[in-house]
């Protein structure tokens, strides 16, 4: 969400004349955060994060509500040949083809990357050549830098012109990631908070989330998903 969030942002200092202060980060990065003692009014967070439930103990449940969905998408380096990941089986075949992979196997698009390896049953090999990053933009420079011959992350981040994007995982292995917005439960901020939630189920923020390779949510509850 780091770009749309960046233009999401900065479209309503303009209109609402507010500046919104954020920090981005892997989903334990973010469930850390949630559980320290730093404040926070609002989060917009992969499912992930509230499925720990601590975590989820920190925002206010009934506002919870689905920003944006993705999926997992693979890259290449620039001008690299692009292997057949159409099927199942064409996709196993090329990542056990490959030498190497980067990713992020502690973030939600890691964990589901890694429950697509154990239902290919490819686990162990994939493990064994993964180039571990610590950043979404560490893959793409990683790939740029022909340090990797595939990376594997959530499909918008990959959009990059320093990369060629494959397509989309196959759809009987593609789950999409919802991204979850909700108040913090102890904000004392909950008007500016709540606007802000507000603008981002607006038909310009949807947009802005579109024109970044993903699927704006129709702003429907999402807490029994959570749950």
Do not use: L
């Given at each position: 969400m780091r770009a749309p969030l960046n233009a999401i942002a900065?479209?309503?200092r303009e209109v609402a004349g507010v500046?919104?202060?954020y920090h981005f980060g892997t989903t334990p990065e973010l469930i850390a955060l949630a559980l320290?003692?730093?404040r926070f009014d609002l989060g917009v967070v992969p499912q992930d994060v509230l499925k720990n439930a601590d975590a989820l103990a920190t925002f206010a449940t009934d506002?919870?509500?689905d920003v944006a969905y993705v999926g997992l998408?693979?890259?290449?380096?620039?001008g690299?040949?692009?292997p057949d990941i159409g099927t199942a089986d064409a996709l196993k075949k090329t990542l056990l083809a490959a030498k190497s992979i980067a990713a992020i196997p502690e973030s939600a698009a890691g964990y589901q990357a890694a429950r697509v390896y154990a239902t290919l049953g490819i686990s162990d090999a994939i493990n064994a050549k993964?180039?571990?990053k610590r950043a979404p933009l560490e893959i793409v420079a990683a790939l740029a830098a022909r340090e990797a011959e595939l990376g594997i992350f959530f499909s918008n981040i990959l959009m990059s012109p320093d990369v060629d994007l494959l397509d989309g995982f196959p759809s009987e292995l593609q789950e999409l990631v919802a991204f979850r917005s909700g108040l913090c439960a102890r904000t004392e901020q909950t008007e500016l908070a709540d606007a802000f939630l507000r603008f981002l189920a607006d038909n310009e923020a949807r947009a802005i989330i579109a024109s970044?390779?993903?699927a704006p949510a129709n702003g429907s509850s999402a807490i029994n998903e959570a749950l």
């Open positions: 900065a479209r309503y500046a919104v202060a320290s003692d730093q506002t919870i509500t998408g693979i890259a290449v380096p620039k690299a040949p692009k993964t180039v571990v970044h390779g993903m």
